[in-house]
């Protein structure tokens, strides 16, 4: 299997063209290549940590969206590839910090880095890979260096607002929202930006774009949430219940404990900590799935993919806007 057919099969889009393909696939190696290099310090050991997760895998969602982005213009401009790359240091770099906010022991199947190490060098690594996304970004001119500074201080403000919580009173699925607007969306949507305005696309479909990387980034989210509950591990090749083992009240939860029903004072109490053991996780799926709470964040999973279909609307018909819109039903799909 090729670069582009796992990065695309993982992310569900469909590279059905043969020219769309092989210019994505190209894309990929040289996105590869620099992510490699960018990251090599005459320090060895910040080398050997900066590549720690970079090797461990990932289906390169954010540059693969950026470079799709730039096939509504010219893809193979270099800055194309820089600003796919600068993205993706970026989310790489928040994974580190992420894992030791989270404890995290493991991550894409390898050891976190807090757990190889410890979280000084993960925080560390998380610093040095923000750093050579700041050196990038600013061969790609002041605009784009804004873009990526405003980003920046969306993903920051995403993640104090959900360490932070709701306010009293405070409507806690609008809270989850924004949080998964800011913490997953506003990255995909900086991704597909810079694909469209570094390829030459007219403003207003740039725009699109990043409207479209907005609203399936968080969607990918929903998605992820309702299939932690909602499906075997036999089918989803995830352990259900991550989320309640973490503690982490997501989409279908909060719908849930909206609802006034006999269960729900359990629920209540089981979703107030983490769950330790699996009689408890298997109880919490099995009273969430008796809910409602699923059937509505699916009604709002598929909210999200027509306003990502609304989107492409804007942009001209081709393979790409095709693979983008195969990508929309794809994300309501894989949760059913």
């Avoid at 998380?126 to 784009?144: C, K, N, P, Q, Y």
């Avoid at 929903?222 to 036999?234: G, Q, T």
């Avoid at 018909?317 to 095709?322: H, M, N, V």
Wanted: charged share 25%.
């Amino acid at each position: 299997m090729t670069t582009s057919e796992q990065a695309g099969r993982g992310a569900g889009i469909v590279l059905a063209d043969p020219d769309l393909e092989a210019t994505v696939l190209a894309g990929l190696a040289a996105v590869e290549e620099l992510l490699q290099d960018s990251v090599r310090s005459d320090l060895d050991f910040a080398t050997e940590a900066s590549l720690h997760l970079m090797e461990a895998g990932g289906k390169r969602i954010r540059p693969l969206f950026a470079l799709l982005a730039a096939h509504f213009g010219d893809p193979g401009r270099q800055e194309v590839i820089t600003s796919a790359v600068v993205v993706e240091l970026i989310h790489l770099a928040t994974l580190y910090h992420d894992d030791v906010m989270d404890e995290a022991p493991m991550r894409r199947g390898a050891l976190s880095a807090n757990a190889r190490w410890n979280n000084s060098v993960a925080i560390l690594t998380g610093d040095f890979l923000f750093a050579h996304a700041s050196r990038l970004v600013a061969d790609l001119g002041t605009d784009a260096a804004r873009i990526i500074a405003n980003t920046f201080a969306e993903l920051v403000t995403g993640q104090m607002r959900e360490t932070v919580g709701p306010a009293e009173g405070a409507d806690p699925v609008t809270h989850y929202l924004s949080v998964i607007d800011e913490k997953t969306g506003s990255l995909i949507a900086t991704a597909g930006r810079f694909g469209g305005m570094f390829s030459g696309v007219p403003e207003e479909q740039v725009e699109a774009l990043c409207r479209y990387g907005d609203v399936i980034g968080a969607a990918f989210q929903i998605s992820d949430d309702i299939i932690d509950i909602a499906s075997p591990a036999v089918e989803s090749g995830k352990t259900p219940g991550t989320d309640l083992r973490e503690g982490v009240r997501t989409l279908p939860m909060l719908y849930a404990l909206a609802e006034d029903h006999v269960s729900g004072a359990r629920l209540r109490e089981l979703l107030s900590r983490p769950l330790d053991t699996d009689v408890e996780v298997e109880e919490a799926l099995e009273l969430l799935r008796a809910s409602s709470g699923l059937e509505e964040a699916r009604k709002t999973l598929s909210e999200y993919s027509e306003r990502a279909h609304a989107a492409l609307v804007d942009l001209p018909d081709c393979p790409a806007r095709s693979a983008l819109s195969a990508l929309a039903n794809f994300v309501v799909a894989r949760s059913q």
